[in-house]
């Protein structure tokens, strides 16, 4: 079992930047692939990153290549999300869930989900 913790939400302006924290319970965090997904108002949940469990491996949403960077602290127990130069379209509430495997890391069927933080840009 391993429960998720997401924090680092707020408002910010148009051009600036947040760093999201999603921090884990449970001994075994570097075996999970950890994604960010976001659900935006009238929207479905989208992916937006992943990364694999050692770190080697990540992978990003077409519409925050350049601006988001995923990365993890295994003794930490804690996934990170950078987020820079936020536009008004990337307000959403965002969610970190985990999986044991890489394969279909863009995909929704995560095992577990953490409970959201609320992202708000300004235009």
């Known amino acids: 079992q391993v429960q998720l913790v997401a924090s680092g939400g707020g408002l910010v302006q148009a051009g600036g930047s947040l760093r999201l924290s999603c921090a884990a319970s449970?001994?075994?965090?570097?075996?999970?692939?950890m994604g960010w997904f976001r659900r935006a108002p009238g929207k479905e949940r989208a992916f937006v990153a992943a990364?694999?469990?050692?770190?080697?491996?990540?992978t990003y949403a077409d519409s925050v290549k350049g601006r988001f960077t995923i990365s993890r602290d295994n003794a930490k127990n804690t996934v990170y999300l950078q987020m820079n130069s936020l536009k008004p379209e990337d307000t959403a509430v965002y969610f970190c869930a985990a999986r044991p495997l890489w394969s279909g890391a863009q995909q929704l069927d995560y095992d577990y989900w953490g409970q959201g933080t609320q992202v708000t840009v300004s235009s």
């Open positions: 990364i694999s469990g050692s770190g080697g491996r990540t």
């Open positions: 449970g001994r075994t965090f570097s075996r999970y692939v």
